[in-house]
């Protein structure tokens, strides 16, 4: 399971699959010299090179090596590099200790037999959220833990909906949802942005209205999946989006939602620090299923795995690394400062408890799945992209919702 040929057929998975699922959403020098399970060093990598030396991040890291007994090595990556770094070194016989990686590659890298399984690591999962936890699972086994999770929501211009006469309780599916961007619309405002362009991003935006009608990712052109483009097209049509969705990014969908006009933006949690900021009243509603309810949304956020390694005898050092990473406290003040929820139902109310306005994101991620979920694993990849290319044929008029799943489908078979 662990060969060089098994390895050597991962970089190539890998190379295409990073490439894809590195959406979503430091200091040291690493090493990846070989190492024995005595010599006091041990190497974690992690995708936040944003977190210098000096950092609360930094700090819990070096807290933890210290309870543990032993040096930190740490060194943070940009997320596709992180895992395209990871291949190399299983490769060489190299790997990290501590791997924190991007939900989405977690299966990928299990596929390639770079991780352990909880089962051999011992790390506690009981009291993670199933649905996050899913994220990480592959072939009927758990390869890590999440650190924290974010997700999508719609974020409301309170001024824009009052001047249109909208209540947002009023606001519970699709029917609804619609009746207030016409309101709004009427009022000479504008609806909704979103980012639609021809990348994760889009398909990342997407998931909800797709699983929100009840489609699932192994058929594509579904009845329900078609309801959830012909949504999106005629919000279109009607002028209640933008025709800039086809290229926006998350971040220039925020950018128009600041301006103030639009009474709706789909957007992730990472935009909270920004929306203190927008200068206007603004609320959270989750994503509104067809017939009511949330929306499954896609989760992002990282996982902490133990990578596999020929000294098996360093796995027990490693996992109370992993565990005191995401123990309670340090869980909650990690996400705090990741603008994260957390994975375990007794930090999210110590989170809510401690900011109210956090109550909606919880319920998001309650209702969130991971785009690997259900065994899709490295099949989601070449999924998202044809749904992403199904997306953007629709909203630029070049086919129709049901032409442009088809295509789709196909495309993936």
């Known amino acids: ?39 006091g060093t041990y190497t974690i990598w992690d995708p936040y090179p944003q977190f210098a030396k000096g950092s609360a991040w930094t700090k819990l890291l070096d807290k933890c090596g210290t309870q543990a007994g032993v040096k930190i090595q740490r060194t943070g990556f940009d997320t596709s590099d992180l895992a395209n770094k990871t291949l190399l070194a299983a490769q060489q016989g190299n790997s990290p200790d501590v791997l924190i990686v991007d939900n989405p590659v977690v299966s990928t890298l299990a596929e390639a037999g770079v991780l352990t399984t909880t089962d051999e690591n ?9 649905n996050l936890l899913a994220a990480g699972q592959s072939g009927g086994k758990t390869y890590g833990t999440p650190i924290g999770a974010n997700t999508l929501a719609l974020y409301y211009n309170k001024k824009v909906l009052k001047e249109a006469g909208v209540d947002i309780a009023s606001v519970k599916d699709w029917t609804s949802l619609t009746a207030a961007l016409e309101k709004v619309e009427k009022a000479g405002k504008k609806g909704i942005t979103f980012s639609a362009i021809g990348t994760e991003e889009g398909s990342f935006q997407f998931l909800p209205w797709f699983w929100g009608s009840g489609a699932q990712l192994s058929e594509l052109d579904s009845d329900e999946a078609v309801s959830a483009l012909s949504l999106w097209q005629d919000w279109l049509k009607k002028g209640y989006a933008p025709n800039s969705v086809i290229n926006n990014t998350q971040t220039t969908s925020w950018q128009e ?15 909270l620090a920004n929306a203190e900021k927008a200068g206007f009243e603004y609320g959270v509603l989750p994503i509104p299923g067809a017939g009511g309810g949330h929306a499954a949304a896609p989760t992002g956020g990282e996982f902490v795995t133990l990578p596999v390694q020929d000294d098996t005898g360093r796995y027990t050092t490693s996992q109370k690394l992993a565990t005191c990473l995401t123990s309670s406290q340090n869980l909650y003040d990690t996400d705090t400062t990741l603008s994260y929820v957390a994975p375990t139902g007794e930090v999210q109310d110590k989170q809510v408890a401690a900011n109210p306005a956090l109550k909606p994101w919880v319920d998001a991620v309650k209702s969130a799945k991971g785009r690997t979920s259900g065994d899709l694993g490295t099949k989601y990849p070449k999924i998202s992209e044809q749904l992403w290319k199904a997306v953007q044929s629709a909203l630029s008029g070049a086919k129709s919702p049901k032409d442009a799943l088809t295509s789709a489908q196909s495309a993936v078979k």
């Open 1 to 39: 399971m662990h060969s060089s040929s098994r390895r050597l057929f991962a970089a190539v998975a890998l190379s295409t699959a990073v490439a894809v699922v590195g959406t979503a959403c430091s200091s040291g020098a690493g090493s990846t010299d070989a190492k024995d399970a005595d010599s």
């Open 257 to 271: 939602f600041a301006g103030g006009d639009y009474a709706f933006a789909e957007n992730g949690t990472w935009q």
């Open 122 to 130: 011992k790390l506690d999962t009981s009291k993670v959220d199933p």
